[in-house]
């Protein structure tokens, strides 16, 4: 089992830059890449940015390439997403993803961003 805490989330202004954390816990040996999703209420889940624990790979969704960067602190199994030029469009709960190379996927109670204009 992997368990993930997610951290950093707030409230901030339009332009503002925010940074992200999730901290994985349990059984991390396992972890093939982590990532970020984001949830309105009432909309789907949305992917935005990957990353591997191994290769260095990332993966980001068109709507934030250029604005978001996803990092990771392997020692400390941690990864990080900064997000720079915030806008109101990015109010969400933001969602931290592990997927093993098992397949079995885990994810943490996400942390709130609030973007006033």
């Known amino acids: 089992q992997v368990q993930l805490v997610e951290s950093g989330g707030g409230l901030v202004h339009a332009g503002d830059s925010l940074q992200l954390s999730c901290a994985a816990s349990g059984r991390t040996v396992s972890i093939d890449h982590m990532g970020w999703y984001r949830q309105a209420p009432g909309k789907e889940r949305e992917f935005v940015a990957g990353?591997?624990?191994?290769?260095?790979?990332?993966e980001y969704a068109d709507s934030v390439k250029g604005r978001i960067t996803i990092s990771r602190d392997t020692a400390k199994d941690t990864v990080f997403l900064l997000m720079n030029s915030l806008t109101p469009r990015d109010t969400t709960i933001y969602l931290c993803?592990?997927?093993?190379?098992?397949?079995?996927?885990?994810w943490g109670q996400g942390t709130q961003v609030t973007v006033s204009s």
């Open positions: 993803n592990a997927v093993a190379y098992s397949g079995n996927t885990y």
């Open positions: 990353i591997t624990m191994s290769g260095d790979t990332t």
